[in-house]
Nanobody, 123 residues
Framework: QVQLAESGGGLVQAGGSLRLSCAAS????????MGWFRQAPGKEREFVGA????????YYADSVKGRFIISRDNAKNMVYLQMNSLKPEDTAIYYC????????????????WGQGTQVTVSS
């Protein structure tokens, strides 16, 4: 059974940093891409970024490009989202997800989801 578990969320001041982790288990993920999405209250779920597990190629939403970095540790089956220069508008629940699909920007492509972790950025 595939399980994704996020951790690392919390409260941080604007300009600060957080690193989210996603522990993946239950299968081999070499053919998968791992995505990060977020959802703020009253807003739709939004693509943040994704990384192809085998190649390490990463993709980012324009809103986070240059501030967020996605990485993975194959040996530990972990995916990370390093968030720098955080802004109040980054406040949301952040979700880790896995897909074998090719279009990484849409949540509907993803088969597995974690439970989410709250990130709150104060001004």
């Amino acid at each position: 059974q595939v399980q994704l578990a996020e951790s690392g969320g919390g409260l941080v001041q604007a300009g600060g940093s957080l690193r989210l982790s996603c522990a993946a288990s239950g299968r081999t993920f070499s053919g998968y891409a791992m995505g990060w999405f977020r959802q703020a209250p009253g807003k739709e779920r939004e693509f943040v970024g994704a990384i192809r597990w085998s190649s390490g190629l990463a993709y980012y939403a324009d809103s986070v490009k240059g501030r967020f970095i996605i990485s993975r540790d194959n040996a530990k089956n972990m995916v990370y989202l390093q968030m720098n220069s955080l802004k109040p508008e980054d406040t949301a629940i952040y979700y880790c997800a896995a897909t074998r699909g090719s279009y990484l920007y849409s949540g509907s492509e993803y088969d597995y989801w974690g439970q989410g972790t709250q990130v709150t950025v104060s001004s």
